[in-house]
């Protein structure tokens, strides 16, 4: 008990010695608080965030060894820390990759929608081919994978993959995603309302929590959007089920009605989609 009272005597003496100005710490303290908030919402539904309790437990055991004098164990966790820096990066590695990629794409997607308002109506129709694709490709139950890329760009993938810079036709789709062309197998890339490059190939999550029924398409769908901000749109070759990848999440189920639903809230801003809606109302209305 008299180190735990040392301790917090030291905390206070310590508290008291800072000199406080309002304007500046008050900025400090948002700073902080947004920094650790946005820690948490990271790890929270990763498999980091385990590795991070971990972490946690682990300083805590030192503390209290060091508090209690307990030599061995605070020796041998001495030992560990002097390695646990660079054995941190190294665990970690895949979620600061993923966190340094996604850094600042959230607050530009909230401050610049993904496209303009007058060409609304020409992304509108490219969703709206997408969709009638992907119906068509789950009733025949043919494999497929599209991405939207959005802030975070896709160079490195689109290199793996054969570029076409095509309009977006849901023709072209089905023949894409043909069980006999050369690159059915591939992940399809949509950049700026173009069907910009085909065949490409996606990085696997290694996510273990994944449902072991979903094959290689959808692993790539997840892991694609865990180290970017691309929206994915796969079909089940086995089941046509047609599903959506955002985030390092896969919602399943989607008909071509709900799915364009869903990729109007993921490609446009609330603001601006709902602006296309009553477009299209007036629009509905005159005829």
């Known amino acids: 008990m008299a180190e735990l009272k040392a301790l917090w005597s030291r905390f206070v003496d310590m508290f008291k010695s800072v000199e406080f100005s309002p304007i500046n710490d008050t900025i400090d303290i948002l700073l902080v608080t ?27 055991l030192l503390v209290i060894s060091d508090m209690f004098e307990m030599r061995a164990l605070n020796f041998l966790l001495q030992s560990v ?37 007058t060409d609304m109506k020409k992304y509108m129709g490219g969703i709206t081919e997408v969709c009638k694709a992907a119906e068509s490709l789950s009733a025949t139950k043919t494999g497929a994978l599209i991405v939207f890329e959005r802030e975070t760009k896709m160079g490195d993938i689109v290199k793996s993959g054969t570029v076409i810079d095509a309009e977006i036709n849901s023709m072209m789709i089905g023949n894409i995603f043909f069980n006999k062309a050369p690159m059915h197998d591939g992940a399809l890339i949509v950049r700026e309302n173009r069907l910009y490059a085909a065949g490409c190939f996606l990085p696997l999550s290694q996510n273990p929590d994944i449902m072991k029924e979903l094959g290689t398409r959808h692993r790539a769908a997840i892991g694609v959007t865990e180290v970017s901000d691309a929206v994915v749109v796969v079909v089940s070759e086995e089941t046509g089920v047609i599903s959506v990848a955002v985030d ?36 509905g209305k005159k005829e």
């Open 248 to 283: 390092g999440k896969l919602k399943r189920g989607f008909s071509a009605a709900t799915l364009e639903s869903l990729l109007i809230e993921y490609l446009f801003t609330e603001d601006k989609g709902q602006k296309m809606a009553n477009k299209e109302d007036n629009d």
């Open 34 to 60: 947004v920094i650790i908030y946005f820690i948490f919402k990271f790890l929270r539904d990763r498999r980091a965030g385990k590795l991070a309790a971990g972490v946690v437990l682990f300083l805590v």
């Open 81 to 117: 820390t002097q390695a646990g820096l660079v054995a941190l990066l190294i665990v970690f590695q895949p979620e600061l990759r993923s966190a340094l990629e996604k850094m600042g794409t959230g607050s530009i997607k909230n401050i610049k929608a993904m496209f303009t308002t």
